[in-house]
């Protein structure tokens, strides 16, 4: 399936597994370019520059297809080490970047210099056209059903991709909620030019995360997940858990007065206790309204494969008839 978002980053599907935090290492970023979709490996887990470096060199010895990295700009007190995190993506070699949270505008002119690909991930489609305008080259929508960051707007992606695609002069993938060969049907029908998928590519066997985090997606329904970090305008969506609702009471209790700090023990540090440990309820981690469509855990080929087999069917066979 030839799309714009192909031809732009060279791959052979377009499918592009989104930066995942504790999740995005090189086994999954592999894993999902030599089944033909774009890997992105997840540049702020590793810390620092220097071991986003080995990173990228480690995947660089498990597939000779592209992949890319994932930049999240984050607001922080003491920010990560972000120039030497591009020089780093830039002297790599690599091709294609994600970037996230704050406006990426400092960064582009280094990343096109080498010729880099950006994909800016917004939210809703002012962004997505301020993207455009400082020269992303694609933007992934993300809507309201993501897990991560839904940002604030609330406008599920039925709505927000077609007002993309009245909006967008450059390409845009679906990105949140997203699992399904009829999905990336759908999302082409909307105007996208692709899917980006987060929560799916976790209930993977290739994902380098415990089991029981799989177990836990495969487990969840669409109802499971719940929207933490409102009252600070920082919403996360994420698998609820007793830290989760731990979490909530808090909000309830302490309302508009709520600080960050009141709920530190139930967001920081929390990934590698999740993914690396497996304990299920020590807190607050990403997790989309797609985990009711999971019901297994595929190799990530079997998944790509069955997604672009069930587009293609959709597409010559059942809509087909209806174009009788
Ligand atoms: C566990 C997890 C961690 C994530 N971490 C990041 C991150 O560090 N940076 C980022 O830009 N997006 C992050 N995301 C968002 C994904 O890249 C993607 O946009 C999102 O998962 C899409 O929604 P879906 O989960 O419904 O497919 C994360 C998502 C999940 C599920």
Same mark, same amino acid.
């Given at each position: 399936?030839?799309?714009?978002?192909?031809?732009?980053?060279?791959?052979?599907?377009?499918?592009?597994?989104?930066?995942?935090?504790?999740?995005?290492?090189?086994?999954?970023?592999?894993?999902?370019?030599?089944?033909?979709?774009?890997?992105?490996?997840?540049?702020?887990?590793?810390?620092?520059?220097?071991?986003?470096?080995?990173?990228?060199?480690?995947?660089?010895?498990?597939?000779?297809?592209?992949?890319?990295?994932?930049?999240?700009?984050?607001?922080?007190?003491?920010?990560?080490?972000?120039?030497?995190?591009?020089?780093?993506?830039?002297?790599?070699?690599?091709?294609?970047?994600?970037?996230?949270?704050?406006?990426?505008?400092?960064?582009?002119?280094?990343?096109?210099?080498?010729?880099?690909?950006?994909?800016?991930?917004?939210?809703?489609?002012?962004?997505?056209?301020?993207?455009?305008?400082?020269?992303?080259?694609?933007?992934?929508?993300?809507?309201?059903?993501?897990?991560?960051?839904? @940002?604030?707007? !609330?406008? &599920?992606? *039925?709505?927000?991709?077609?007002? /993309?695609?009245?909006?967008?002069? $450059? %390409?845009? +993938?679906?990105?949140?909620?997203?699992?399904?060969?009829?999905?990336?049907?759908?999302?082409?029908?909307?105007?996208?030019?692709?899917?980006?998928?987060?929560?799916?590519?976790?209930?993977?066997?290739?994902?380098?995360?415990?089991?029981?985090?799989?177990?836990?997606?495969?487990?969840?329904?669409?109802?499971?997940?719940?929207?933490?970090?409102?009252?600070?305008?920082?919403?996360?969506?994420?698998?609820?858990?007793?830290?989760?609702?731990?979490?909530?009471?808090?909000?309830?209790?302490?309302?508009?007065?709520?600080?960050?700090?009141?709920?530190?023990?139930?967001?920081?540090?929390?990934?590698?206790?999740?993914?690396?440990? @497996?304990?299920? !309820?020590? &807190?607050? *981690?990403?997790?989309?309204?797609? /985990?009711?469509?999971?019901?297994? $855990? %595929?190799? +990530?080929?079997?998944?790509?494969?069955?997604?672009?087999?069930?587009?293609?069917?959709?597409?010559?066979?059942?809509?087909?008839?209806?174009?009788?």
């Amino acid at each position: 399936m030839k799309t714009q978002i192909t031809e732009l980053f060279g791959i052979e599907h377009p499918i592009i597994q989104g930066g995942m935090h504790y999740v995005g290492f090189a086994e999954m970023a592999a894993a999902v370019s030599n089944a033909g979709g774009l890997g992105i490996i997840t540049g702020l887990t590793q810390g620092t520059p220097e071991k986003l470096a080995k990173e990228i060199a480690r995947c660089r010895e498990m597939t000779d297809k592209p992949f890319g990295v994932n930049l999240t700009f984050l607001p922080a007190v003491t920010p990560p080490d972000y120039p030497g995190f591009v020089k780093v993506i830039v002297d790599s070699g690599v091709k294609a970047v994600e970037t996230a949270g704050n406006n990426p505008q400092k960064w582009l002119p280094a990343l096109k210099e080498a010729g880099i690909r950006v994909i800016h991930k917004c939210t809703s489609v002012r962004h997505s056209l301020k993207a455009e305008s400082i020269g992303c080259d694609a933007v992934s929508v993300d809507g309201f059903e993501c897990g991560g960051h839904p @940002g604030e707007d !609330d406008v &599920g992606n *039925w709505v927000l991709l077609p007002r /993309a695609a009245e909006e967008l002069k $450059i %390409p845009f +993938v679906a990105s949140g909620g997203v699992g399904t060969g009829s999905q990336l049907v759908a999302a082409l029908s909307l105007g996208a030019d692709g899917i980006n998928m987060g929560t799916r590519f976790i209930a993977t066997k290739e994902a380098p995360v415990h089991e029981n985090v799989k177990q836990a997606i495969v487990a969840a329904s669409e109802l499971d997940t719940r929207l933490v970090m409102r009252p600070l305008r920082n919403t996360e969506r994420v698998l609820t858990n007793a830290g989760v609702e731990r979490l909530l009471e808090k909000e309830r209790t302490l309302g508009s007065n709520i600080k960050f700090e009141d709920i530190f023990a139930e967001v920081a540090g929390v990934y590698p206790k999740i993914m690396v440990e @497996g304990q299920m !309820d020590a &807190g607050a *981690w990403s997790c989309g309204q797609v /985990a009711g469509l999971i019901h297994d $855990i %595929p190799t +990530v080929k079997e998944l790509i494969d069955k997604i672009m087999g069930d587009a293609h069917e959709i597409i010559s066979q059942r809509l087909k008839r209806f174009d009788a």
